[in-house]
């Protein structure tokens, strides 16, 4: 019995869009003679589609796109799709569904056991779980029917399993031969590697085949991996689809629960929006990888920035060119997502701006091919001085004038988006971020902050990873060994600020990621009037990340849809920078 994994790219709310992709996928599988093809968990629907849920109308239109999709695939082999399906009785609205489709009608129901609501998820706002145990029988055989968090409570995998119950250990005393996983498993650094060690433990476990099916693409903020595998009896790796792309990927059940199971008979195809041409199958059935952190983070945002802006409705962005390593790799994930011709490049200095950021800038410019215009600020600046003189006559210049060049900045490229009709992307890192060390109104101006989850440190390993890919200096070595500064006075560094990078992420990482404390942090090794100071910079900035644009997640923990800090909460010495 051959399965077919389909791994699309779904957009949130396009219902029919969706469907579409179904159809075509599944016409992929069809050709390879599949008898099950299986999709991503509320694939129809696109994940998350989170309030979405609460419209009745939305709910009603999946399933009417469901039953049309049936028929139209009546000829074809049996689809497991995701949608969402009411509950009549009392409880939650909704079940997280996966919806069997065979002979033009819609033939069963299976429903999600676990919930989960941390980080991201929030699904217990919307679902009810499911009663039971869901097992389809499908040619003779069982297949244990589970979505994503279904599979992430294995008491001997897990130290502390968060839940009280293990959908897979019920499907296995149901009588399960194979386990089948419906999943929309948000990408995070290193995230693969531990998917794989719990699937294979599951199946090792358990005796039978597991078969998990992730969706690829991003959605907001989040950026969804792929990388669908399979898994043997005896917990080996079988059979992965591709990264960060959508794919088709077909295996042979018969292998997967045989003693020597191979992955000599397992295909791939790509699938897009509109039926692929019949491609030779890929030979051997581990897509080609690479794990390397950077390399995933590359390509996270560089998929990430694609799909947020095409299913945004824009097909050009703009961002400012500083000569700084930011925004320089912005840059060059904003080429290679989009296309040079789609990206403009904004270059506007300052009397402080040194000559040599300047030319760094327009190098990488020129490199990338990207458009560029070159807006000089001195005299703006010197007209907010003027209009402000009478105000602050006496007063000495800090902080406040140098807000007032990246509000000016701010507003030259609002003004640009507008204008052009471009999708203005923000370059501030996740450390900047975590400290405040940004102008709110001013370089935080924007529609997608890109690298906002991604820390300094990691910005720079990705460029330097990124040169050593492409044999040339995407991103010049003089802006990679430069000091990094915002040049908003003379001679500024931002380590006259800053604690050093190195340092600055080792103590984020530890507060953001793990949760410590003052006291524990700085039990690790590091100073604890710098902890002390750089939790309190964390604190008091809350009120500026409420306020940013919404960035692409890479680390388990980003400031985004699952970081729930309040604003105004016990009393701080130090006032709130801009």
Known sequence: MKLALLQIDPTVGDIEGNAALLAAATAVAARAGVDLAVASELSLLGYPPRDLLLRRSFVARGWAVCEELARSLASGPALLLGLAETNEGAGKPLYNAAALLAGGTVRQVFRKTLLPTYDVFDEDRYFEPAGGPQVLVWDGLSFGISVCEDVWNDRDFWQRPRYHTDPVDDLAAAGASCVLNLSASPFSIGKQRHREAMLGAIARKHGVPVIYVNQAGGADELVFDGRSCAFAAGGELVARAAAFAPDVLVVDLDELRGPHASAGRAAAEPAGAAEPAGAAARSGALAPDDFTPAAEVWRALVLGVRDYVSKSGFARVLLGLSGGIDSALVAAVAAEALGPDNVLAVLMPSPYSSAGSVSDAQDLADGLGLRTVTLPIADLMGAYDTALSPVFAGLAPGVTEENIQARIRGNLLMAFSNKFDSLLLTTGNKSELAVGYCTIYGDMSGGLAVISDVPKTMVYAVARWLNAQRGVEVVPRAILDKPPSAELRPDQTDQDSLPPYEVLDAILALLIEEHLGVAEIAARGYDQAIVARVVRLVSVN???????????????????????????????????PG
Do not use: H, L, S
């Open 542 to 576: 809350e009120f500026k990340r409420k306020q940013a644009a919404p960035g692409i997640k890479v680390t388990d923990r980003a400031f985004g849809m699952g970081w729930r800090m309040p604003i105004a909460t016990v009393p701080r010495a130090g006032r709130r």
